[in-house]
């Protein structure tokens, strides 16, 4: 039977069996009017702040790394960006902090 080629279907129904109950903490949901949709209904991630800074080193290099907190649809979450980039896509960012490192 090699050479055999399986179609999958899928459907947009399905049955209430398939369903599983979902228990949502009070404190990860995100209140409505924080919520920002782009037109094609996606949610959109915005960074928030700026939360701590760091450096990376490799051999003959340093790349200045910011961890930044986004407004996630579960709740707090954290990344490390490439400072120069991020600060190229979100200068507004970086005027609030530029006077708090001064190290």
């Known amino acids: 039977m090699s050479g055999t080629i399986c179609k999958a279907v ?5 049955h ?4 599983k109950k ?9 209140p409505l009017e924080e919520i920002e949709i782009d037109e ?4 959109v991630e ?3 702040e700026i939360v701590d800074r760091d450096v990376k080193r490799l051999k003959q290099k ?14 707090a ?3 490390l960006e490439r400072e120069d980039q991020f600060k190229t896509k979100y200068p507004h960012l970086f005027a609030s902090t530029s006077s708090t490192v001064a190290s």
Do not use: A, M
């Open 46 to 48: 915005e960074p928030i």
């Open 22 to 30: 979902c228990l949502v903490e009070s404190d990860i949901q995100v």
């Open 77 to 79: 979450e954290y990344t």
């Open 10 to 14: 899928f459907h947009d129904t399905f």
């Open 16 to 19: 209430v069996s398939n369903l």
């Open 62 to 75: 340093r790349i200045p790394l910011v961890k930044v907190r986004w407004n996630s649809r579960q709740g």
């Open 40 to 43: 094609n209904l996606h949610f």
